[in-house]
């Protein structure tokens, strides 16, 4: 919904504004939409006041606070590194230690899935905001994939420091990381778009998204390499978006690591797609979120 002034009723005088002509009328728009990245601008406060509230959420009454965004990849790289680089003796590729293959390609991982997550609970969460008063809804998601950002920097830190322990030198092209961490945030927002705007609706969405993260820690390269994957199968792996980014991702922080190529048109494609058709229904949708939600 979005508000509408009158011009005319500015002009016409008090007596026109006595009928009630000069009220500021808030109505749904008709069809599709594209956002008003003017007006998203313009509510950049709401935006920012959002991410604080939820990063304070997140860590109040914990008893290591923010050290969770550290030790989450790190114990899940131990378990990983245990039961497959050890026993099951999972190849790393790349030329590295096993614990750093798994290290860097978990904190990515729990970057992109977080993000997603908290954007596809965006919406119901915020509902007696949605249903008191009027801003941009597209807000809500934007702000909700900003503090698994925000956790993706110690993580990377942590995961570059014990890849330096490793004797793992980084190349020149570990530059390109922010770059990719941006690429990704992108995808996670894309499809968080169309699960917010889904949730509001179809509540047992809050349940998909965990069982999707689950299987795609599976059949997403972060504990083994893409080059195990049968060749056959290879094609249809690669769309899964974060295939690509992992594969930029190895090749901007291991020295051995091969140009992922035309892998990575997959997530720029998957983001460019996902980003328009998810603000596009999300911005449909919206109008009967203060009905349903």
Do not use: C
Not at 17 to 44: M, S
Not at 114 to 123: G, K
């Amino acid at each position: 919904m979005r508000p509408r002034g009158s011009a005319a009723a500015a002009a016409a005088g008090p007596a026109t504004a006595a009928r009630g002509v000069g009220t500021r009328v808030i109505e749904p728009p008709k069809g599709w939409q594209w956002p008003d990245l003017r007006e998203l601008w313009e509510y950049r406060d709401l935006a920012f006041f959002l991410v604080k509230r939820d990063v304070s959420i997140r860590y109040r009454q914990t008893l290591i606070g923010t050290v969770w965004a550290i030790l989450q990849p790190l114990l899940l790289a131990v378990v990983f590194s245990v039961f497959l680089g050890h026993y099951a003796q999972v190849p790393s590729g790349a030329d590295v230690p096993y614990p750093v293959f798994a290290l860097t390609g978990m904190a990515m991982w729990l970057y992109f899935s977080q993000a997603m997550q908290f954007a596809s609970d965006s919406t119901v969460n915020s509902r007696e905001l949605i249903g008191k008063v009027w801003f941009p809804r597209l807000i809500i998601p934007i702000a909700a994939v900003l503090p698994p950002a925000i956790d993706f920097v110690p993580a990377f830190v942590v995961a570059l420091v014990v890849q330096l322990a490793y004797g793992v030198v980084p190349p020149w092209q570990i530059v390109f990381v922010p770059l990719l961490a941006a690429l990704t945030l992108f995808v996670a927002l894309g499809i968080g778009f169309w699960l917010s705007a889904l949730n509001v609706r179809y509540r047992d969405i809050r349940l998909v998204v965990p069982f999707l993260i689950m299987i795609g820690l599976f059949v997403t390269p972060i504990v083994y390499p893409f080059d195990v994957v049968p060749d056959a199968v290879q094609p249809i792996y690669a769309l899964n978006p974060m295939v690509g980014v992992l594969e930029a991702y190895r090749w901007m922080l291991f020295p051995a690591a091969e140009w992922p190529g035309a892998l990575l048109l997959i997530p720029l494609g998957s983001a460019v797609v996902l980003l328009i058709t998810g603000a596009l229904y999300f911005t449909r949708a919206e109008r009967s979120f203060a009905d349903v939600i």
